[in-house]
């Protein structure tokens, strides 16, 4: 199956910093990549939706100044967080799929701590 | 608006058989799939349903009805391995891009 990287897999930083999340599929070109975020014993709820060359499209409630999605290539796409809180302490997870309506495919995922 | 439910926590015997159900109400349905996940980590594929009907994967099998939003994951032979959370996804047409939008997971505990 297709193969999603994230980096870094945990990160603890301080208040005020920013944090950059680098999402890569590593097998296959996504065209769309997808940001989400998973809060202890909740479910995932998506961030944004993201298509190479294009800019993001963040759901509802989701700051796009404060969450700066950049999708440069087929395979790269990153989440930098920034001037972090303790409130945006989470898990953050991306996928990728080869086109917006097929299967995605999940990263690892990344454990952000803000101190 | 679009609302997916799942029970929250559910704990079953090794060996034994455990359904887990999903009832959904949303625009642009395109499909409904079943994700597994242990703590910490991310969401593995299970199954992905589009049409009616059961679809039977080794230990793993889901069915979905349409016309019901409703939809279940049948894990036999459960193993200790099995205890995670899972996670029902609705995949729904949104303008250019298709979304999944995530139930709230079911905790199984899987008990000797």
């Known amino acids: 199956g297709a193969v999603v990287s994230q980096h870094p897999s945990r990160v603890i930083c301080k208040s005020g910093t920013s944090v950059k999340i680098e999402c890569r599929s590593l097998d296959f070109q996504a065209t769309t990549m997808f940001w989400y975020r998973q809060f202890p014993k909740k479910s995932l709820m998506l961030m944004a939706t993201s298509n190479e060359g294009s800019k993001a499209t963040y759901e509802q409630g989701v700051e796009k100044d404060k969450f700066l999605i950049n999708h440069a290539s087929l395979t790269l796409s990153t989440l930098t967080v920034t001037s972090a809180h303790p409130e945006d302490s989470s898990f953050y997870i991306c996928?990728?799929?080869?086109?917006?309506?097929?299967?995605?495919?999940f990263g690892p995922g990344t454990r952000l701590t803000v101190l | 608006g679009q609302n997916i439910d799942q029970p929250t926590e559910m704990t079953a015997t090794e060996g034994a058989i455990v359904q887990i159900n999903c009832t959904y109400q949303t625009s642009g349905f395109n499909g409904l799939f079943w994700y597994q996940q242990h703590a910490g980590e991310a969401p593995t594929f299970l199954s992905y349903n589009v049409l009616d009907g059961l679809e039977e994967k080794g230990r793993f099998s889901s069915f979905l009805s349409r016309s019901k939003g409703y939809s279940y994951l049948l894990l036999k032979e459960l193993q200790m391995k099995d205890s995670a959370s899972y996670l029902c996804a609705v995949n729904r047409r949104g303008g250019a891009t298709n979304k999944l939008i995530f139930g709230t997971g079911t905790l199984l505990a899987v008990q000797p």
């Open positions: 996928s990728a799929s080869l086109r917006s309506y097929n299967e995605q495919f």
